[in-house]
């Protein structure tokens, strides 16, 4: 294969493969996901730099800005952890557990597979059968659970560092991923600050100079979405 990686969001986790036409024959994806055996001297070596991971983005204030909206954002809730984790959860984590989740989340019921390449409809769903068909079902329920109270009070959280750099960040309630407005939220964070040429960067940093980073972020789950805005001033 040319590459392969997961990438990996509060919503779905999704491993991707590139694969050189020739070798379409071929989906070594199933490993991670059907046949992965989680060798314990394998997680050792990833718990190492998962918890680097975790110190670089503890010296990102743009991270630890967001880490700290979602803690408030959705309070009691699943969502207001960090998807890394923290230190003592990524030690804590044992072969058991990672085996666990893997057969209650990667299921028949749950995965969706996406290909696409030199190859039919056809030719992909046999390919897809070949290697994910042998995929168990689990007994675990795809209902929503700790659902997002969206009856929620203003509040704020400040967190101080002894660096020369300051994160501000502002954000409020947005549709959910099920809304008909979705799309035009989305549009809105990205003329709002989704790039380089957007409303904010243009008057905040290019004309004003007022600060060095800022972005609109839209983020929407199943029962809520979030709007925020994210400025970086030193």
């Given at each position: ?5 997961i990438?990996l969001?509060k919503?779905p ?5 590139f694969?050189?036409?020739?070798n379409e ?5 199933h490993?991670l996901?059907?046949d ?13 730099v ?14 630890v800005a967001?880490?700290?909206?979602d803690s408030?954002f959705?309070?009691l809730q699943?969502?207001s ?5 923290t230190?003592d959860?990524v ?6 557990d990672l085996l666990?989740y ?8 749950r995965?969706?597979i996406m ?8 030719q ?5 059968e070949q290697?994910?068909?042998?995929a ?16 929620f009070?203003?509040s704020?959280?400040t967190?101080?560092?002894d660096?020369k750099?300051?994160h501000?960040?502002?954000?409020t309630k ?6 008909e407005?979705q799309?035009?939220?989305n ?6 600050g989704g ?12 004309k004003?100079?007022l600060?060095?980073e ?5 983020g929407n789950?199943?029962d809520?979405?979030s ?6 001033v030193?």
């Amino acid at each position: 294969y040319l590459h392969r990686a997961i990438f990996l969001l509060k919503s779905p986790a999704a491993p991707w493969l590139f694969l050189p036409l020739e070798n379409e024959q071929q989906l070594p994806l199933h490993y991670l996901v059907i046949d992965a055996r989680f060798p314990e001297e394998e997680i050792a070596k990833e718990k190492q730099v998962i918890l680097e991971e975790i110190s670089l983005y503890e010296d990102m204030p743009s991270s630890v800005a967001s880490e700290a909206f979602d803690s408030i954002f959705y309070p009691l809730q699943a969502l207001s952890r960090p998807i890394i984790g923290t230190k003592d959860s990524v030690l804590s984590l044992g072969r058991k557990d990672l085996l666990h989740y893997k057969s209650r989340m990667y299921s028949h019921q749950r995965l969706g597979i996406m290909m696409v390449g030199g190859q039919s409809h056809e030719q992909m769903y046999e390919l897809a059968e070949q290697y994910f068909g042998q995929a168990e079902f689990s007994d675990y329920s795809n209902e929503v659970y700790g659902a997002v109270n969206d009856d929620f009070t203003i509040s704020n959280r400040t967190l101080s560092k002894d660096i020369k750099q300051c994160h501000l960040l502002i954000g409020t309630k947005a549709p959910a991923y099920n809304s008909e407005q979705q799309f035009a939220m989305n549009l809105l964070s990205i003329a709002l600050g989704g790039n380089m040429s957007s409303l904010l960067f243009d008057e905040l940093r290019e004309k004003r100079g007022l600060c060095y980073e800022v972005g609109a972020s839209y983020g929407n789950f199943a029962d809520i979405g979030s709007l925020s805005i994210g400025v970086g001033v030193g």
